[in-house]
C-alpha cells in the first residue's frame, strides 16, 4: 500500500498534469512566455493576502489574492503588450519588478510564522501537498478541459487567425482574456501547489517539448499531458527511491524528456 504522502503527490502530479492543456493552448497563441511573469505575480499576490489577513483574521483566504493578481497581470499584460515586441517586452519586465516588489517589501514587514506562508508559494514541497491543495488542483484541472472543450473552436481561431476570427463575428476580445485568465488561474493553483520554481517546469517544458514531437494540435493536447505526467511521476519516484528533492528531481526528468525530444527533432532535419 502506498504511503498518504506519495498517494497524495501522485495524485497532485495528475491534476496539475491536465494543466498542460491550457499551457498548449498558450502556446498556439505565441503567449507561453507570461507563464513565468504570471507565476511570479502570485508571489506578490500571497504578499498582499497574507497582509490584509493579519488585519481581518479569517475575514478573507489569502489564496483569493494570489487568483485576483495573476488574472490581472495576465489580462493586463496581454492588452498592453498589443503595441509591439518592445511595448509588450516593457510591460512583462514592469509586472516582474512590481510582483516582486510587492513581495520583497510586504514580507519584511510579516512575522516569521506569515513569511513562511508566502514563501511556499515560492519552493514547495510536493510530498507535503494539503488536501485543499488537491482540492484547488482538481478544481483548476476540471476548469480548464471544461473551458477548452466548450470554447474549444474559438480559441483555436483567436490562437491561428484573429483578423479573420473578428471579421467572422468573434468576439476576439473577450475570448482572449477569457484563455488569459483561464491560463493564470492554473498557474496561481499549480504555484500554490507545487511553488512557483516547480510550475515553471510542469506548465512550460511539457507544452515545449510536445511542439518538437508532433505538429497535429490533437496530438500535441496528448503529448503534452503525457509528458507532465511523465515528468511528475518519474520526479516522485526519483525523490523516494534516491531521497533528492522532489522539485528538483521533476525538472530534472523534464528536462531530459525535453532534450530527447529536441535532438530526435535534430536529427529528423
Known sequence: M???FILKAILGVIFASFSSVVSTLMLLRGAL???PEVSHAALGGAAIGVLIQMFLPGFVDPFLFVILFCIATSV???RMGKGGPQALGVMLSVSLAVSVMLYAV???YLPIDKRVIVDGYLVSDL???????LLSLAI???LAIVVTTLFYRELLYICFDLETAEALGLKVGLYDSLLFAISAVTVAVVAKTVGVLLSVTLLIIPAATSRFLTHSIGRMFVTSFLIALISGLGGVA???YFNVPTSGAIALVSIV???SAYLIKARRM
Do not use: H, K
Open 2 to 4: 502506498l504511503d498518504p
Open 33 to 35: 512566455y507570461i507563464t
Open 76 to 78: 493586463f499584460v496581454s
Open 106 to 108: 510586504i514580507r519584511s
Open 127 to 133: 510530498l507535503l501537498i494539503s488536501n485543499s491543495d
Open 140 to 142: 483548476a484541472s476540471t
Open 238 to 240: 526519483l525523490s523516494f
Open 257 to 259: 524528456l525535453f532534450a
